[in-house]
C-alpha cells in the first residue's frame, strides 16, 4: 500500500492513533470478557504496528532531499512524500 501524507496530515494520524491506543488499553484493562480482552488486545498491536510503520518511513525517507524534519518521535511527511507499508 502507498499512502502520501503531509507533514501536518502525518502528525495529526500518529496523534489520532496514540489515543486509540490510550482508549484501547482502557477497554483492555476494564472488561471481564476474556474473548473481547484477547480481540482488545489484537486491535491495539495492530494499531501499534501502524505507528511503527509510519515511524520507519519516517527513518527511510530522514535524508530526502528537500524534506524538512519538523519534529521528533512522529512520523512525518513534507509535500506529499509517499508512506509505504
Known sequence: MLL???DEQASE???LL???IRDLSYEIAATDDNVWRVDLMRRRQTVHDVVDALAAA???TAD???RSRAGSGTARSSGGTPWTA
Open 58 to 60: 519516517e527513518e527511510a
Open 18 to 20: 496514540d489515543q486509540a
Open 13 to 15: 494520524l500518529v496523534f
Open 64 to 66: 530526502v532531499p528537500g
Open 4 to 6: 502520501f501524507l503531509t
